[in-house]
């Protein structure tokens, strides 16, 4: 709990040092867990509600009444991507990142387990590097892209970055002779 006021709301909410941790996981505020604890929903499943991007809020009697059962009703494939990631051990917020921006959860998972940022892995992709290689980096794909702007042609970055050459190494040694394919080698190598 980061303040007094959190802590009573999170008190208002009923909730324990046990709910209060699965609630935090899941992304909630303590405000949206009074709200569901007002609309008299357990916990556990106001956690699960959250995490498929349900947010608290009365349905008057005939809406309900009116709407489908939840059954009926197709599973959106942002909630597939949250359930794969999060069964996966992802944490909840890094999941969310993935699912909003509409990544499959296959595509996304191993770049979410390293906990690339969701924006830089579609770049890192895109560029011809593992989820492993970006992880490495420890850079942003755009500060990636900056260092390597006019080293080397853009489909041979991955290769020559994840060999561990510096842009200017990589520049000189194409100078020399050496291919990106050779770089490739070397690559596989050290991964």
């Known amino acids: 709990m980061t303040s007094p006021a959190d802590a009573r709301l999170w008190r208002t909410a009923a909730a324990g040092p046990e709910t209060v941790i699965a609630w935090q996981r899941a992304g909630m505020t303590p405000a949206e867990a009074v709200r569901w604890h007002e609309l008299g ?109 006019g080293a080397v042609p853009l489909e041979e970055v991955a290769a020559w970055c994840a060999a561990g050459f510096a842009p200017g190494e990589a520049a000189g040694q194409r100078a020399a002779g050496v291919t990106a394919e050779q770089a490739d080698v070397i690559r596989a190598l050290s991964g």
């Open 41 to 149: 929903v357990a916990p556990h499943d106001a956690a699960r509600r959250h995490l498929v991007g349900e947010r608290p809020h009365r349905v008057p009697w005939f809406a309900r009444l009116t709407a489908p059962s939840p059954a009926e009703t197709p599973a959106p494939a942002w909630a597939e991507t949250m359930r794969r990631l999060l069964r996966a051990g992802v944490p909840a917020d890094v999941a969310r990142a993935y699912a909003d921006a509409r990544w499959d959860g296959g595509e996304a998972e191993n770049w979410a387990r390293r906990r690339v940022d969701q924006g830089d892995a579609r770049v890192f992709r895109a560029l011809g590097f593992t989820a492993e290689e970006a992880a490495r980096i420890r850079l942003s794909a755009v500060e990636v892209m900056a260092a390597w702007w």
